[in-house]
C-alpha cells in the first residue's frame, strides 16, 4: 500500500483544515488507518485511527472533540477533519496503515509522506 497525504497548510488559531490520505491498491479496505503527528524536537504521536469499516474511531485526548477521522473505501482515501486548531497542533502530520487496531506506530506497516500543519497565534 502506498500513502499520499495533503491537505496541509498554514491556518490562524481557531482554524480548521481537512487532510486527506490516498492509498493506492485494491485492499485498502483491509487495513486500518490511523494519523499520527510530529512536531519539531518531539517523537512521534497518535492522533487518531479508524478501523476498517470506519464503524469505530480512536483519539487522543489532545484532539479529543476536535479532530474528527473518517475514511471513503470507494475512494481509498481517510481524512482528519481539525477544527478548533491551536498552535501546539502544529507538526508533521502523517497517515499510516495497519492490519490490527491499535495506536502504537511501530505496528503500523505503511507510511505516507507526511504533510506539514502550521497553527500562527
Known amino acids: 500500500v502506498q500513502l499520499q497525504a495533503s491537505g496541509g497548510g498554514l491556518v490562524e488559531a481557531g482554524g480548521s483544515l481537512r487532510l486527506s490520505c490516498a492509498a493506492s491498491?485494491?485492499?485498502?479496505?483491509?487495513?486500518?488507518m490511523g494519523w499520527f503527528r510530529q512536531a519539531p524536537g518531539k517523537e512521534r504521536e497518535f492522533v487518531a485511527v479508524?478501523?476498517?469499516?470506519?464503524?469505530?474511531?480512536y483519539y487522543a485526548d489532545s484532539v479529543k472533540g476536535r479532530f474528527t477521522i473518517s475514511r471513503d473505501n470507494a475512494k481509498n482515501t481517510v481524512y482528519l477533519q481539525m477544527i478548533s486548531l491551536k498552535p501546539e497542533d502544529t507538526a508533521v502530520y502523517y497517515c499510516?496503515?495497519?492490519?490490527?487496531?491499535?495506536?502504537?506506530?511501530?505496528?503500523?506497516?505503511?507510511w505516507g509522506q507526511g504533510t506539514l500543519v502550521t497553527v500562527s497565534s
Open positions: 499510516a496503515a495497519c492490519r490490527t487496531y491499535g495506536i502504537l506506530a511501530n505496528k503500523y506497516e505503511y
Open positions: 491498491g485494491r485492499t485498502f479496505s483491509s487495513y486500518v
Open positions: 479508524i478501523n476498517w469499516s470506519g464503524g469505530n474511531t
